[in-house]
C-alpha cells in the first residue's frame, strides 16, 4: 500500500500522485491537521475555514471514487512513520510544494525518515532552477500534458477523520464569503468564462467592480482544489463571442502565467521569505518597525478613506483586487517608511488565497526590494478619485463618512469647518500627507541607493528571477566621482 498525502492539492481530479499510486495497489489517501502550521503569524482561521471546506469536499470526491479519505491531527512526520510501522505502506507520493520556511523544514524531516517519496509537479515551478532561461517554453509544455486521469481506487477502507471546526490561530479573523472545495471553484470558473468575465479587463481595477468582474479563483488554486493546467486548458479551449471577451480571455491566460512565475522565485531563492531579494536592500529601513503605524493601516484607520476602505474591506471578506493590494504594500513601504517583513505577515493573515511564492515576491516588488522592478509610489488621494470617483466604496465600508459628497469624501480633513462639525466633528487629519510623505520616501531611498553598489546584485536578480519579457528596469550607474546612481521611475 501506499500513501497519497494531500497538501495544497486538494482536488482528485489531474491529481498525478493520486493516479501513479493507484495504478501500483491499494492507496491510503491522507490529509494531516497540523496544529503547529496553523499557529505561524500568516495564519488565520479564514484560511482554516476554506481549508475545512476543501477537506470535506475532498473526502466526499473520493469516498466516491472507492477509498475514504484519512485524516490525522498531528506532527506530519510522527504521523507518517507510524502508519508506515502499522500499514506496512511502501511509499509516499504527492505534489511538490513551494511553501514558506516551515512547510520546507516539515517536508526535510519527512524526507529523513526514509521512506521512498515520489514528488509530482503541479504548477510551472522548477525545482532546483538556477537561471530564468527557457522558463516560459516549459511553463507552456506542462500547460499542454494531458491530464492526470481520476483512478478508482482501493485501500484499506475508511479511516481516522479528525476535522476540527475551528483551530486557535494568531489572527482569529473567521469570516470568509468564499466557500472552499472543487465544485464551488469550478463553479467559479464556469461563470466567469460564461457570465461574469466579458468586462474583466475594464473592472478589475477598482474595488467596486472587480470583487464580481475577476476571476475569484486564486483561493482555489493556492489550496489545489482546482488544477492549474485544468484551469489553463479550459479557457484555452473556451471560445470568445466577440473582441472583448477574447481581450479577458487573454488576460486571465496572463495571469495564469504569472502566478507560476512568481511562486518561482520563492522556490529558486527561500531567503525572500524573510530578506530583501536585492541584497543591496536589506539595511533600508534601519530604523524598527513602528508598531502602532503597522496597527493603524491594517486596521483600516489612516484616516485616508479609500486606504481605510480597502483595509475594512480585507478584513471582512479576504480579498481585494490586485492593483489595491499593490497599493496597501506601497503606502506601507514608502509613505509610512515601515519595513514590509511585518506588514507582510499581517496582510497573509487577511487573504484567503494567502500563496506564499505570490505573496512575499509581490510584497517585495512593491516594496522597492528586488531592484529589477520601478519603484511605484501609488498617491492614495488619486487612486481614491480614479477608483472610486463618487465616493460608493468609502460609504460602504467607512460609514463615519457617508455624509460627505463626493466633493470632499476623498479628503474630507480638508472640508469647510461648517460641513466637517454637521457631519459630527473636526476630521482629524490623516497619518501623513501623501504628497509629503511620498517626496520623502524619495529622497530616502534615493540617498540609499547613492552610498552603495547596486548594478552587480541586480544583475544576478535579473538572471536568475526576471521576466524575459521588455520591461522597464532601474537603472544603475557610476558617476564620474565613481559615485553608485540609480535612475528610478516613480
Same mark, same amino acid.
Given at each position: 500500500?501506499?500513501?497519497?498525502?494531500?497538501?495544497?492539492?486538494?482536488r482528485?481530479?489531474?491529481?498525478?500522485p493520486l493516479?501513479?499510486?493507484?495504478?501500483?495497489? @491499494?492507496?491510503?489517501?491522507l490529509y494531516?491537521?497540523?496544529?503547529?502550521y496553523?499557529q505561524?503569524p500568516?495564519?488565520s482561521l479564514?484560511q482554516?475555514?476554506?481549508?475545512?471546506?476543501?477537506?470535506?469536499?475532498?473526502a466526499?470526491q473520493?469516498?466516491?471514487?472507492g477509498?475514504?479519505?484519512?485524516?490525522?491531527?498531528g506532527?506530519? @512526520?510522527?504521523?507518517?512513520?507510524r502508519?508506515v510501522?502499522t500499514?506496512g505502506?511502501?511509499?509516499?507520493?504527492?505534489?511538490?510544494e513551494?511553501g514558506?520556511d516551515?512547510?520546507f523544514?516539515r517536508?526535510?524531516a519527512v524526507?529523513?525518515l526514509?521512506?521512498?517519496?515520489?514528488?509530482?509537479?503541479?504548477h510551472?515551478v522548477?525545482?532546483?532552477?538556477?537561471i530564468r532561461?527557457?522558463w516560459?517554453?516549459q511553463?507552456e509544455?506542462?500547460?499542454a500534458e494531458?491530464?492526470?486521469a481520476t483512478?478508482?481506487?482501493?485501500g484499506p477502507?475508511?479511516?481516522?477523520?479528525?476535522?476540527p471546526?475551528?483551530?486557535?490561530?494568531?489572527?482569529?479573523?473567521?469570516?470568509?464569503v468564499?466557500?472552499?472545495?472543487?465544485?464551488?471553484?469550478?463553479?467559479?470558473?464556469?461563470s466567469?468564462?460564461?457570465?461574469?468575465?466579458?468586462?474583466?479587463t475594464r473592472?478589475m481595477?477598482?474595488p467596486?467592480s472587480a470583487?464580481?468582474?475577476?476571476?475569484?479563483l486564486?483561493p482555489h488554486?493556492?489550496?489545489g482544489?482546482?488544477?492549474?493546467?485544468?484551469?489553463?486548458?479550459?479557457?484555452?479551449?473556451t471560445?470568445a463571442?466577440?473582441?472583448?471577451?477574447?481581450?479577458s480571455f487573454r488576460?486571465?491566460?496572463k495571469?495564469?502565467h504569472w502566478?507560476?512565475?512568481?511562486?518561482?522565485k520563492?522556490?529558486s531563492?527561500?531567503?525572500?521569505?524573510?530578506?530583501?531579494l536585492?541584497?543591496g536592500?536589506?539595511d533600508?529601513?534601519?530604523?524598527p518597525a513602528?508598531l502602532e503605524v503597522?496597527?493603524?493601516?491594517?486596521?483600516?484607520?489612516?484616516?485616508?478613506?479609500?486606504?481605510?476602505?480597502c483595509?475594512?474591506?480585507l478584513?471582512q471578506?479576504g480579498?481585494?483586487?490586485f492593483?489595491m493590494r499593490?497599493m496597501?504594500?506601497?503606502?506601507?513601504?514608502?509613505?509610512?517608511?515601515?519595513p514590509?517583513?511585518?506588514p507582510?505577515?499581517?496582510?497573509?493573515q487577511?487573504?484567503?488565497?494567502?500563496e @506564499?511564492?505570490i505573496?512575499?515576491?509581490?510584497i517585495?516588488?512593491?516594496?522597492g526590494?528586488?531592484?529589477?522592478?520601478?519603484?511605484r509610489?501609488?498617491n492614495p488621494i488619486?487612486?481614491s478619485?480614479d477608483?472610486?470617483?463618487d465616493?460608493?466604496?468609502?460609504?460602504?465600508w467607512v460609514?463615519e463618512?457617508?455624509?460627505?459628497?463626493?466633493?470632499w469624501i476623498?479628503?474630507?480633513?480638508?472640508?469647510?469647518?461648517?460641513?466637517?462639525r454637521?457631519?459630527?466633528g473636526?476630521v482629524?487629519?490623516p497619518i501623513?500627507?501623501?504628497v509629503?510623505?511620498?517626496?520623502?520616501?524619495?529622497?530616502?531611498?534615493?540617498?540609499?541607493i547613492?552610498?552603495?553598489e547596486?548594478?552587480?546584485?541586480?544583475?544576478?536578480v535579473?538572471?536568475?528571477?526576471?521576466?524575459?519579457?521588455?520591461q522597464?528596469?532601474p537603472?544603475?550607474?557610476?558617476?564620474s566621482?565613481d559615485?553608485?546612481?540609480?535612475t528610478l521611475d516613480?
Amino acid at each position: 500500500m501506499n500513501i497519497v498525502w494531500f497538501k495544497r492539492d486538494l482536488r482528485v481530479q489531474d491529481h498525478a500522485p493520486l493516479a501513479a499510486a493507484a495504478a501500483l495497489g @491499494p492507496v491510503l489517501p491522507l490529509y494531516i491537521v497540523e496544529p503547529e502550521y496553523w499557529q505561524q503569524p500568516t495564519a488565520s482561521l479564514r484560511q482554516w475555514c476554506f481549508t475545512r471546506d476543501s477537506v470535506r469536499a475532498l473526502a466526499q470526491q473520493l469516498a466516491e471514487l472507492g477509498q475514504p479519505l484519512w485524516v490525522l491531527s498531528g506532527h506530519a @512526520p510522527d504521523i507518517l512513520q507510524r502508519l508506515v510501522q502499522t500499514h506496512g505502506v511502501q511509499g509516499l507520493y504527492s505534489h511538490m510544494e513551494t511553501g514558506d520556511d516551515w512547510t520546507f523544514a516539515r517536508d526535510q524531516a519527512v524526507k529523513k525518515l526514509g521512506l521512498p517519496w515520489q514528488e509530482f509537479r503541479q504548477h510551472g515551478v522548477v525545482r532546483g532552477l538556477s537561471i530564468r532561461r527557457g522558463w516560459a517554453e516549459q511553463w507552456e509544455t506542462l500547460m499542454a500534458e494531458p491530464q492526470a486521469a481520476t483512478p478508482a481506487l482501493q485501500g484499506p477502507g475508511a479511516g481516522p477523520f479528525e476535522l476540527p471546526e475551528s483551530l486557535p490561530t494568531p489572527c482569529q479573523l473567521s469570516i470568509a464569503v468564499q466557500p472552499g472545495g472543487s465544485l464551488a471553484g469550478h463553479q467559479l470558473l464556469d461563470s466567469f468564462l460564461s457570465q461574469r468575465g466579458r468586462e474583466y479587463t475594464r473592472q478589475m481595477s477598482s474595488p467596486l467592480s472587480a470583487a464580481d468582474a475577476c476571476s475569484r479563483l486564486s483561493p482555489h488554486l493556492a489550496l489545489g482544489t482546482l488544477s492549474l493546467r485544468g484551469v489553463v486548458q479550459r479557457l484555452r479551449a473556451t471560445p470568445a463571442p466577440d473582441a472583448l471577451w477574447a481581450r479577458s480571455f487573454r488576460s486571465l491566460d496572463k495571469r495564469l502565467h504569472w502566478h507560476c512565475h512568481f511562486m518561482q522565485k520563492l522556490e529558486s531563492e527561500p531567503r525572500l521569505e524573510h530578506e530583501a531579494l536585492h541584497r543591496g536592500f536589506v539595511d533600508l529601513h534601519a530604523e524598527p518597525a513602528d508598531l502602532e503605524v503597522i496597527e493603524r493601516w491594517i486596521e483600516g484607520h489612516t484616516g485616508w478613506p479609500f486606504v481605510d476602505a480597502c483595509m475594512r474591506c480585507l478584513k471582512q471578506t479576504g480579498w481585494i483586487n490586485f492593483r489595491m493590494r499593490a497599493m496597501l504594500v506601497s503606502l506601507s513601504a514608502y509613505h509610512l517608511w515601515q519595513p514590509w517583513q511585518i506588514p507582510a505577515q499581517r496582510l497573509a493573515q487577511r487573504f484567503v488565497d494567502y500563496e @506564499p511564492g505570490i505573496h512575499y515576491s509581490q510584497i517585495q516588488m512593491q516594496s522597492g526590494t528586488t531592484g529589477i522592478n520601478v519603484n511605484r509610489m501609488y498617491n492614495p488621494i488619486k487612486q481614491s478619485r480614479d477608483q472610486d470617483p463618487d465616493g460608493e466604496f468609502i460609504r460602504r465600508w467607512v460609514p463615519e463618512l457617508a455624509g460627505f459628497s463626493a466633493d470632499w469624501i476623498h479628503e474630507p480633513w480638508r472640508a469647510p469647518a461648517g460641513l466637517q462639525r454637521k457631519m459630527g466633528g473636526p476630521v482629524p487629519p490623516p497619518i501623513a500627507d501623501p504628497v509629503l510623505a511620498a517626496r520623502q520616501a524619495k529622497q530616502k531611498l534615493t540617498a540609499f541607493i547613492r552610498q552603495r553598489e547596486m548594478g552587480d546584485e541586480a544583475q544576478r536578480v535579473l538572471s536568475q528571477h526576471g521576466s524575459r519579457m521588455r520591461q522597464t528596469r532601474p537603472k544603475y550607474q557610476r558617476t564620474s566621482t565613481d559615485t553608485p546612481q540609480q535612475t528610478l521611475d516613480f
